[in-house]
């Protein structure tokens, strides 16, 4: 035994050596035994005394078959936890099936049987995207949510408060009803086939670039939508649409001016074009200008009542609404413009390689005076109302930036919008798309759309959940759940927690040091950040400057990023990963009840630093591992694995306290 422990010691050693220098690149080898040593280190015996159902068994192969169906559409199974974005959430059914093995009653851990933790205490101390919460609430728990960051906070008080459908549909309206009438000037056109003005679906712009000889405006490809019977097109020196149908090119409309009216004269060109065939340099960016300056507006598209949907090239008068917008961006007051400056940070560092040293500058001048207008009507709601509406114009931000693709070309999604974090950073695209928030048609991105999506589907789903079972042939059946609800009571301590069943508090802070009594709470579940990953502090920088100001009351917007769980550069060996979740794991030891309490999460790591110093921070916390789980994760790789020496992908570890008498 000692020998085992002076081994593993030193693999410790060894790889927090590894995981300071990183000049080491670890074999599959190691990984395996450092995994494995992880395991063989945090194992204990089982005990026939306070042992729990979860300590013996887990139905892997239900919650993998489940899951499978969920990963790719979290947010249609489980709509409320979906109101404002968020990353990394986990699969709902995972941690519905987590919590359902600690109901008492044995014929409540049916996954498909209402509630079963009615008088229990749930935390999750890194709540991310509640996903914890909110599956423990409809179970009847009472649940504690602690995060560094505000943005989980206010989301989850936004979902998880009880509110009528009803009431919320009329505040929106009103609300809406002021905003297009103050901005829906700005966001119109006319169809090119009778001149009635329209609200603009969306504009398309090009990336405005120079080399020795020439300005150019570059996008993705000439085609702007594929249709059945026709290709929509745009003339690559005219800047004219026009409609490729049966090989015949047919003009759609010709009122529009050549490309290069907003700019420099220019001529377009694709992607695919990196140097001037002329002089031989390589196309650059206009760095010095501000970033949605460099944008070029090419292509409307809008829908007419009597002619349909319609592509056409921007007008003298679409130039103009531009222009009056562009003459009043520097009107807007949005507070010091110091509070808006780009810090630099393994994601936010890309803007600052672009020369984007302002979240303002990745808005157009129209979506600047959306934002400008909605901060204004804010002030006239107060709690739940402008929490919810606060929080959709927040979520609206990642369809409305100059950061926005388009991909309506393809066929089985016109007119979808490639959101600022489709590839959970920020791209530069070479055709941006400018959305209309406040179209009154519902389409991707606006207001509209995302009411009933974020909001109406949200709260329908709340109160009757509803799962899926898969049948023996691989049928999914819809199964409604009666008497659950997805929602409850806040409160804002201990005492009023434990009152009643359904109750939620949401402590924003380091959860190193939480307000709470000393074994005080059933169960932990958590799903800690990954290990190398930065994007929950540094990517919703762009969402928290603005809601500073949509909800100043909400939470406290600034805060210390240091405290947040994922590994930076590390101090004396040590990196922000141990020392946080180190303090995190001996606050979930000194909360959890000694006998019974566990603390479950998930963990999915190759990176075998991680897996070390996890080791190390449960150790010093005083946890043992009573069984682990291997459950289906992000990626399309069938899992079935039943023993601790297998274990290759997502986990699911069961912890008690190392004395639990």
Request: hydrophobic share 35%; with cysteine; proline share 5%.
């Amino acid at each position: 035994m000692q020998q085992n422990m002076t081994r593993a010691s030193a693999e410790r050693r060894k790889m927090t050596e590894y995981s300071s220098s990183k000049k080491i690149k670890p074999s599959s080898d190691v990984v395996s035994d450092v995994r494995q040593l992880t395991l063989d280190e945090l194992i204990r015996p089982r005990q026939t005394e306070h042992s729990l159902s979860i300590d013996r068994a887990f139905p892997e192969e239900f919650v993998n078959d489940l899951s499978r169906q969920e990963v790719f559409n979290k947010h249609l199974f489980r709509p409320n936890t979906y109101l404002h974005k968020w990353w990394a959430r986990r699969c709902g059914s995972t941690f519905r099936t987590i919590l359902k093995q600690f109901a008492a009653n044995h014929e409540c851990r049916d996954y498909y049987a209402p509630g079963g933790l009615e008088g229990m205490t749930v935390l999750d101390p890194m709540m991310g995207g509640g996903t914890t919460l909110h599956e423990a609430i409809r179970l009847g728990a009472n649940v504690i949510g602690a995060d560094i960051d505000p943005i989980p906070i206010v989301q989850a008080r936004a979902s998880l408060t009880q509110v009528e459908l009803a009431g919320l549909r009329v505040v929106f309206d009103r609300f809406f009803a002021d905003l297009h009438d103050s901005l829906g000037p700005y966001f119109q056109t006319e169809c090119p086939t009778c001149e009635r003005t329209v609200d603009v679906q969306y504009l398309l712009y090009g990336l405005r670039k120079k080399c020795a000889c020439r300005n150019v405006v570059q996008i993705d490809q000439y085609d702007l939508r594929h249709e059945d019977d026709a290709t929509i097109s745009i003339c690559p020196e005219s800047g004219k649409i026009f409609r490729n149908q049966n090989r015949q090119n047919t003009a759609v409309e010709t009122l529009s001016p050549p490309i290069g009216t907003v700019g420099a004269t220019a001529n377009l060109i694709t992607k695919a074009e990196k140097e001037c065939p002329s002089c031989g340099q390589k196309y650059e960016e206009l760095l010095d200008l501000p970033f949605y300056v460099r944008y070029t507006p090419i292509a409307i598209v809008a829908t007419c009542p009597e002619h349909g949907n319609f592509f056409r090239s921007p007008s003298e008068e679409d130039l103009a609404r531009i222009k009056r917008a562009d003459e009043r961006r520097s009107e807007l007051d949005f507070g010091p413009l110091e509070d808006f400056r780009v810090h630099d940070g393994p994601k936010s560092g890309d803007l600052l390689r672009h020369n984007v040293r302002s979240y303002l500058d990745v808005f157009s001048s129209r979506q600047l005076l959306y934002l400008h207008q909605a901060i204004r009507q804010l002030s006239d709601y107060k709690g739940i109302d402008r929490l919810t509406l606060g929080m959709l114009v927040s979520t609206s931000l990642e369809f409305n930036a100059m950061l926005c693709g388009y991909k309506g070309w393809y066929k089985r999604r016109p007119g979808a919008i490639r959101h600022v974090f489709a590839l959970h950073a920020y791209s530069f695209q070479y055709t941006a798309l400018e959305n209309n928030p406040v179209s009154p048609r519902k389409s991707s991105g606006n207001l509209q759309l995302l009411f009933r999506d974020r909001i109406e589907r949200g709260r329908k789903w709340s109160v009757l959940p509803v799962e899926r079972k898969i049948g023996e042939d691989g049928k999914r059946e819809l199964v409604k759940i009666p008497g659950e609800v997805d929602d409850g009571v806040e409160v804002f301590n201990q005492t009023d927690l434990v009152r009643d069943r359904s109750r939620f508090w949401l402590i924003q802070g380091d959860s190193q040091s939480l307000p709470l009594d000393d074994h005080s709470v059933d169960v932990v579940v958590t799903d800690p950040p990954y290990y190398d990953s930065v994007q929950y502090s540094n990517l919703a920088a762009f969402f928290r400057v603005w809601l500073t100001r949509l909800l100043p009351d909400e939470a406290e917007w600034s805060y210390d990023e240091s405290d947040s769980a994922v590994a930076t550069k590390a101090t004396a060996g040590v990196s922000n990963f141990m020392r946080v979740l180190t303090g995190i794991f001996a606050e979930c030891g000194r909360v959890l009840k000694k006998q019974t309490g566990r603390m479950v999460f998930t963990f999915h790591h190759w990176d075998p630093s991680a897996w070390a110093e996890l080791t190390l921070a449960l150790k010093s916390a005083e946890f043992r591992l009573m069984n682990a789980y291997v459950v289906y994760s992000e990626h399309p790789i069938s899992v079935h694995i039943r023993n601790l020496n297998s274990i290759r992908h997502d986990s699911v570890l069961v912890f008690a306290l190392e004395s639990n008498g």
